[in-house]
Every structure is written in structure tokens, then in C-alpha cells.
């Protein structure tokens, strides 16, 4: 067998050879894609400020949340929308806290308000605290978390609020968002909401 002869190749195995890696690049392309890599602490909410209501677990007083946006329109149990502003959840202290699972009836402690402001409007929101309805008839310590979301999770404000009996209405927090999305301006100066009949 003459040197010219052994290094000469048959077209097909060329053929089978281009084809085996063709193959081969696209799986490992594939597997690239199947598994993107984590960016962590990245999320992408449908909100641009989440304001947070709590108080103590299992306690069966209902406090609500008023939130009043720069146009003069209030989000609170009976108005859960308006403008850009949503009441994400009406928590009623122990009231509609069970839910079934495998047929058995579970309590969820948590008491929570939730508030989403979904874009940025420019002006002062005065957010108060209305203690609607005591069970306990004892004061109540409420937490307020306003947490700005975009680009990156920021708490803005956390404070505590004591509502000492049924009817209290209180100034939690108020702020203004300039045109860049900015809070600024926080300050507690008090100013009613509640417009109950």
C-alpha cells in the first residue's frame, strides 16, 4: 500500500464524520439552554413599591390599611384599586384564615396587609392605620414596611404604630416619589382617611 493510498478518505465517511459533529455541537447547545445559569437576587415583580402591614399571629383583630396615592384616590377594603395603586390582601385578624388541605382545615396565623404601587407616580401618599374591628379589646402594635423593588429590593421605611382601641385611625407614614422613582420627604404628620358610614 503506497503512502498516496493511506491518507486518501471516502466522501461518505467525510459526510458521516461532519454530520457526527454537527450533532454533537448542537447537543451541547441544547444543554447550554436546558440549564441557564441562576442570577441570584435578581426578581421580577409586577410592582415598583410593596407596602407591608403586620401584626401579632393568630390575633383576631382586624386592622386595615388606607393608602392615598397623589391624585387624591384611596385604596382600602372597599376600594382594593385605584390608580396604580392595589390592596393585594385584606387580612380580617382570624377571619377567613382556614383553608382545607387533604380534608383537613388548617389556620393561618399570619396577619398581613399588602399594598402594590405598580409604576411610578410623581407626588405624596399618606398611608394610615385603622383599627376596624378588636376581638381582644387591647391596644395592637402594627409594623410598617414600605420596600422599593426596582432595580434592586431597598426598605425604605420600617416603623411601629400602636393602635390602643377599636376606632383609632393613625398617620403611619407619609412620602413623596420624585419623577426618578426616589423616595423622599418621609414624615408622619397626621391626616384622616377613614370615611366609614
Not at 440549564?35 to 410592582?47: C, L, Q, T
Not at 386592622?63 to 382600602?76: A, K, L, S
Not at 390608580?83 to 387580612?91: M, V, W
Given at each position: 500500500m503506497s503512502v498516496k493510498n493511506r491518507f486518501r478518505s471516502d466522501p461518505f465517511t467525510d459526510l458521516l464524520f461532519n454530520a457526527l459533529l454537527g450533532f454533537t455541537f448542537l447537543f451541547l447547545v441544547a444543554i447550554?439552554?436546558?440549564?441557564?445559569?441562576?442570577?441570584?437576587?435578581?426578581?421580577?415583580?409586577?410592582?415598583?413599591?410593596?407596602?407591608?402591614?403586620?401584626?401579632d399571629?393568630?390575633?383576631?383583630?382586624?386592622?386595615?390599611?388606607?393608602?392615598?396615592?397623589?391624585?387624591?384616590?384611596?385604596?382600602?377594603f372597599r376600594t382594593p384599586e385605584a390608580?396604580?395603586?392595589?390592596?393585594?390582601?385584606?387580612?380580617r385578624g382570624l377571619v377567613n384564615d382556614t383553608i382545607t388541605i387533604n380534608g383537613e382545615?388548617?389556620?393561618?396565623?399570619?396577619?398581613?396587609?399588602?399594598?402594590?404601587?405598580?409604576?411610578?407616580?410623581?407626588g405624596e401618599y399618606v398611608v394610615n392605620l385603622h383599627y376596624y374591628g378588636s376581638e381582644t379589646e387591647k391596644p395592637v402594635d402594627v409594623n410598617v414596611r414600605l420596600v422599593k423593588v426596582n432595580p434592586k429590593?431597598?426598605?425604605v421605611y420600617y416603623g411601629i404604630i400602636n393602635l390602643e382601641k377599636k376606632g383609632d385611625e393613625k398617620t403611619a407614614l407619609r412620602f413623596?416619589?420624585?419623577?426618578?422613582?426616589?423616595?423622599?420627604?418621609?414624615?408622619?404628620?397626621?391626616?384622616?382617611?377613614?370615611?366609614l358610614g
Open positions: 447550554m439552554f436546558m440549564n441557564p445559569e441562576a442570577k441570584s437576587g435578581i426578581i421580577d415583580p409586577k410592582a415598583e413599591y410593596i407596602l407591608t402591614i403586620t401584626w399571629d393568630f390575633s383576631p383583630d382586624d386592622i386595615d390599611v388606607w393608602v392615598e396615592d397623589p391624585e387624591g384616590q384611596i385604596v382600602w390608580g396604580l395603586l392595589h390592596l393585594d390582601r385584606d387580612d382545615e388548617v389556620q393561618n396565623p399570619l396577619n398581613q396587609e399588602v399594598v402594590t404601587l405598580r409604576g411610578v407616580v410623581k429590593l431597598e426598605v413623596s416619589i420624585g419623577r426618578d422613582g426616589e423616595i423622599f420627604g418621609i414624615n408622619f404628620l397626621p391626616k384622616n382617611l377613614v370615611i
